[in-house]
């Protein structure tokens, strides 16, 4: 049935060879003689790109004959990282490559090293975006991502002299590789201007826009493979460009500059992601950003429903639209625009649609991040988009007052518009209201949202709230990243558990033989030796790879607790200078992450931690037993380093405030053994691996909640604890910052002056203590391989393939095609 040309009766290797020199030479126009090495990556991500696209099309033909349920994916953010190894992996080539790259004189592993990751996300919802992808791939659901081709991504961070720098992550300055530019497939997007109102000759009320600026949105498309399956989705990301009516509109005004500034203008809304994770920047341009991806999404998903020709009352059963938090939450009253002013569908009819048609996931609950808009802003940027919303919220609450007559507070509450001096809206009360699902990211997390953040209208909605606990994909975070580790598995039980992790139980038989001990120990100390190489290039400090490799990567957050870390860490140390011999099991503690370009304190505690690295590592009394590293922009690829190569995963949060974490999940996957917290998915990572293999330690959420309302007091902890007081004295002291001694004075006060919101003094002892239990285990080598062995065996769940299996099931109402 497919008529797409055959492939080459040639063996895989040699052709694979033969479409690289072509490449080479007729796409990137290189001598064949002798390509460097960047060209030969191009050369090769070109070839693939050929086969990808294949069966891309195949697989868009089966989506379109069998008339499936779509669903659409729509994020701000994506995190997918480098491409090169994960595709051959999902084609099967990756043997072939390494053939045919072998026959040019290059190494695989030294042509993947050229690749330079697109980080256009911040960090957990981008990555997890993009975890989501591969499954969906590998499901074969009949799915799309949406998202924005930003110029810029995440800043690349540097560090000099102990501070977070930022340089501009042009990702795109090799040219592109992966994707295909649609310059002839463009959508508009109207913003600003002013509503008119009229009745036309029907008498109907009809609106529409005047005066509007309008942008183009082109697609650039990136292609997801499924694991071995010849399934690929793709990720359409805008690009904006400038309106063609204004091209020819500005040879006619004379001003020929003033005329070309506006197109630049115009082209900035997909200039550069915002770097901030958790706290919004409020800005025009992150609002522009968010209606230009969900306009251009919306008219692509009803191109392509109007191609089929049936009635709009059937568009919930042909389409999902998932919302990716509230970031294209606009997305709602873009279709009822589009369903009202253009179709002339009644109000009703097009709400029951909507209604039916979105979905949505939050994935926080921290006050700050709940996305609010100054009602001013919207009214001038999209103004009828603030009419429907308007009009939805004056329907809500009318249903509200019927069903809670004797609450009229409530309606206050719950309104999708703040009222009090200044008037907001309010993007969450706007995707509840407007979607028939709504998740939490873990069974913790979605307690969370019923019981408090979302208590109001859970009593009014209680069949839309559910959980989807998160996944990761196995074959980036285990098979990709930890390619012995995979082999070694594979070798035991099959290859069956990349698609089905729940076979990783299959390993547990093991754990009690000893060659398999030896060989899996073997096999981390390798990656840990890989990763003190690394160490020592990047940063020239040297480490022990037969030390304990204590790992806190991920975003810097003051929720997160890098801060209570260093505050151990100092402990140690002064347990070291104080008696020497107190400390037998010698450390490795590497931090990475970076810290939104505004956010003071989160820098200011990357400042410390450079800080206690350097007195520490140049400290001759400590010698080897402690070690303190802070390794510079940790992104996708610097995970894929970090991860197998890690004995103990920091994922010590304060209760109630980590939606989920992932990066839990990576590190327990590999091996590693989580001291962490009462929170998000580390509850049930501890259900899964048993509470004897991991360190759980702190306030539970209700705790921590209840020691709020009775008056914290960091102070107490701070006076009857003496180890804690000496740690925050030297810091207030300027022990670590003798130049400047009063340079981590605010770090300091913030614990015992400001209230200490993340109650790290009142879990420091409980960390200390857990700390121990930790190191006293490490020293049992064999009983720690177990442990080891027993994580990795028993985090079936936590693949992204059951995620992605429950919202198919659960939410989306789809199958595989
Ligand atoms: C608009 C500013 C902004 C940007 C990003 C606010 C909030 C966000 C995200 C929701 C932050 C985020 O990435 N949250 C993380 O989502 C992960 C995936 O579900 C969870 O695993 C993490 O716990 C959560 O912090």
Redesign the pocket.
Known sequence: KSRLPEAPATRPAESLKQDILRHVLYSLGRDTERPDRQTVFRALALSLRDRLVEKWIASQRDIYSRSSKRVYYLS??FLPGPFLRENLIALGLENEAREALTDMGFGLDDVADEEYEPGLG???????ASCYLDSMATLRLPAYGYGIHYAYGIFYQLIKEGRQVERADNWLRGGTHWEFERSHYVHPVRFYGQVREWVDEQGRLRHSLENATTVMAMACDMFIPGHKNDYVLNMRLWAAKTSREFEFSFFNTGDYIGAVEEKIRDENISMVL?P??????GKEL?LKQQFFLVSATIQDIVRRFRKKGIAWDQLPRKNVIHLN?T?PAVAIPELMRILVDEELLTWEEAWYICVRTFAY?N??V?PE?L?VWPEDLFRRLLPRHLQIIHEINRRFLHDVRRQFPNDPNILGRVSLVHEGESRWVRMSHLAIVGSFSVNG??AH?SEILKESVFHDFYKIFPERFNNKT?GITPRRWLRQCNPTLAWLITEHIGPEWLTDLAQLKKLEPYVNSEGFHRAWMEVRLRNKHKLAEYIRDKNGITVMPESLFDVHVK?FHEYKRQLLNVLHVIALYNRIRSSPGSVTVPRTYIFGGKAAPGYYMAKHIIRLINSVAYTINTDPRVGDLLKVVFLQNYCVTLAERIIPATDLSEQI?TAGM?????GNMKFALNGAITIGTHD??NIEIMEHVGNENLFLFGLLSHEVNEMRSQGYNPRLFYERDSELREVLDMIAGGFFSPSEPHLFRDVVESLLNHGDRYMVLADFRSYVYRQQDAANAFMDQAAWARMSMLNTSRMGFFSSDRAVDEYAKDIWGVSGV
């Open positions: 701000l953010e911040n960090g957990g919802l981008g990555r997890l915002y901030n994770d958790e706290a919004p920047e992150r938090e970031h996931t994935h926080t921290l991040a996305e990211v873990s997390h998160n975003r949060s980590e939606a989920s974490g992932t998000g998915a």
